[in-house]
């Protein structure tokens, strides 16, 4: 299976199932449209044909004739040989094994705070309350956690936990606490903590800033760009404007920590779908980790996206990768977390096939110990999966996210993106399709635009590297 597009003046070609790139001329790019269904003779007929019209004959560096429509076969017949192109698919059966394999818990989202400062309008965690009540996660509760994921991660060394919210700050004592135990721990069970903190940056300061650059892998900095956009959906509790608060803390933990291992994530709405001047206008505040996310939200909502913003949208995508590419030229590059993909090795096939392991390896963890498939299942009692005390209990519900995977998924099996989005959020997919196995249809169409900008980035990053 492969995959054709056309992308700042790249005739693209991608190989589904080996991963490999291809950037190729006019001619073979047509050829290998029509390769898999017609007969090598119609298809050199059909190039002889289009290739002597005056309009296409220029895009081509020389003449048409049958010879070089032969030479062109034979490139693709020896990418084909060297297992680039037209590859078969190894993973299919794979998945079958996925039910009866032994998964271990690698990572938590500790839920240390829910409750939050901010009223920001598209929260799905309900201004931290997630369908319930207000609570701040104790130290005997978190500690249980940590021992529930030293206890689960089987021979895994390398654990993650990502204090989340809510806004974890709020019970930031808390979080101090459950550090040190876990660097205890660290050396009792041989194992290594890698800890990360999300927050909005209302209550940061000089003292919780030292402790993340001491403590914290990644800080996850919650900003949606522009002062004007930024304020209307995130407000403070009272409507005042969260913007003028945390830029310049946000700059200045960016800064701290030498512009790497941190992100600012921001959000984008049907409010502003031109949103690549809001990922530019963070990247001219001089932050270089940045991540803007399409909002998921219910249809009737305003501010959701809706099938008309859709091509917007890809043009902004378009547009975002193209000025990311004049910038490194320039010398004056960032990051953009969603054009960021790896050509060469790449994921486990276990992560390619069924994504970021919600419900089996990866859980969150409510103030009060009850155990999710991830932090957006949280609140939901058909996805309560267990405790802290007891261990996972809802083994019905954990072998469904056991079997979650891209061949499970009707629209992802022949998708071309599938082996990069690994099928995409299961919460999303659940919250537009009522199954797991379903999916939320724009955020597909978004989430190919977005591997097709960032293969066409690794493409010009290659010439680059060439020209250097």
Same mark, same amino acid.
């Given at each position: 299976?492969?995959h054709?597009?056309k992308s700042?003046?790249?005739?693209? *070609?991608?190989?589904?199932n ?6 190729v001329?006019?001619l073979?790019?047509?050829i ?12 050199t ?6 290739y002597q ?10 003449p048409i004739?049958?010879?070089?429509v ?5 490139e ?8 680039t192109l ?12 996925f039910?009866?394999?032994?998964t *271990? ?7 240390i705070?829910h409750?939050?400062n901010?009223?920001?309008?598209y929260?799905f965690?309900?201004?931290g /309350?997630?369908k ?5 996660m104790s130290y005997?509760v978190g500690?249980?956690?940590l021992?529930?994921?030293i ?6 060394r390398?654990?993650e936990?990502?204090? @989340?919210?809510g /806004?974890?700050?709020m019970n930031?004592e808390?979080?101090?606490q ?8 660290e050396?009792?069970?041989d194992?290594?903590f890698? @800890?990360?903190?999300?927050t909005?940056g209302i ?9 993340a650059?001491?403590?914290?892998s990644?800080?996850v ?5 522009r ?5 209307r959906?995130?407000p403070?509790?009272?409507?005042m404007s969260?913007?003028d608060?945390i830029v310049?803390?946000?700059?200045k933990?960016?800064?701290s920590?030498?512009?790497n291992?941190?992100y *600012?994530r ?20 001089? @932050?270089?980790?940045?991540s *803007?996310e399409p909002?998921?939200?219910p249809?009737?909502?305003d ?8 091509p917007?949208?890809c043009?902004?995508y378009d ?12 010398g004056?590059? @960032?990051?953009f ?6 050509l060469?090795?790449?994921p ?13 390896e990866?859980?969150?963890v409510?103030?009060?110990g009850?155990?999710?498939p991830?932090?957006q299942f ?9 405790n802290?005390?007891d ?15 891209v061949y499970a998924?009707e629209?992802?099996?022949d ?9 995409g959020?299961?919460?999303?997919a659940?919250?537009?399709?009522g199954?797991?196995?379903?999916a939320?249809?724009i955020?597909?169409?978004l989430?190919?635009?977005r ?7 690794k ?8 020209t250097?």
């Amino acid at each position: 299976m492969i995959h054709q597009y056309k992308s700042n003046g790249h005739n693209i *070609v991608l190989d589904v199932n080996s991963g490999s790139v291809h950037v190729v001329d006019e001619l073979v790019y047509d050829i290998l449209a029509l390769y898999e269904t017609e007969s090598k003779e119609e298809i050199t007929g059909k190039m002889l044909e289009k290739y002597q019209q005056p309009m296409y004959a220029k895009l081509l560096e020389e003449p048409i004739s049958e010879e070089l429509v032969c030479e062109a076969f034979s490139e693709i017949e020896e990418l084909k040989e060297q297992g680039t192109l037209f590859t078969e698919d190894i993973y299919r059966d794979y998945v079958f094994d996925f039910k009866s394999r032994k998964t *271990v818990v690698k990572a938590l989202c500790l839920h240390i705070a829910h409750d939050c400062n901010l009223g920001c309008k598209y929260c799905f965690a309900e201004e931290g /309350e997630y369908k319930g009540r207000r609570a701040m996660m104790s130290y005997e509760v978190g500690k249980k956690a940590l021992d529930f994921l030293i206890a689960n991660s089987g021979e895994r060394r390398n654990l993650e936990v990502d204090f @989340f919210g809510g /806004e974890p700050t709020m019970n930031f004592e808390v979080v101090k606490q459950l550090v040190a135990y876990g660097r205890e721990q660290e050396k009792i069970h041989d194992k290594n903590f890698r @800890f990360t903190l999300t927050t909005n940056g209302i209550l940061l300061d000089d003292d919780i800033m030292d402790f993340a650059n001491k403590e914290m892998s990644n800080v996850v900095l919650s900003l949606d760009g522009r002062k004007e956009v930024n304020d209307r959906m995130r407000p403070t509790r009272n409507g005042m404007s969260s913007y003028d608060v945390i830029v310049p803390k946000f700059k200045k933990l960016a800064d701290s920590r030498n512009q790497n291992n941190y992100y *600012v994530r921001g959000t984008f709405t049907h409010h502003n779908t031109d949103f690549a001047e809001d990922v530019l206008h963070m990247a001219d505040l001089g @932050f270089e980790q940045i991540s *803007v996310e399409p909002v998921v939200a219910p249809l009737e909502a305003d501010y959701a996206l809706t099938e008309d913003d859709v091509p917007v949208v890809c043009a902004e995508y378009d547009r975002l990768a193209k000025e990311m590419i004049r910038r490194k030229k320039d010398g004056s590059c @960032f990051n953009f977390f969603h054009f960021m993909i790896d050509l060469t090795g790449g994921p486990c096939v276990a992560k390619r096939l069924a994504g970021c392991g919600s419900g089996t390896e990866y859980l969150a963890v409510t103030p009060w110990g009850d155990l999710y498939p991830c932090h957006q299942f949280v609140g939901n009692e058909d996805f309560l999966l267990g405790n802290v005390d007891d261990g996972i209990v809802n083994t019905e519900v954990q072998n469904k996210f056991k079997l979650c995977n891209v061949y499970a998924k009707e629209k992802c099996k022949d998708c071309f993106a599938r082996f990069y989005c690994s099928g995409g959020c299961a919460a999303n997919a659940y919250n537009f399709s009522g199954d797991i196995n379903g999916a939320y249809d724009i955020g597909c169409e978004l989430q190919k635009k977005r591997i097709e900008c960032a293969i066409m980035v690794k493409v010009e990053e290659a010439l680059m590297d060439e020209t250097n």
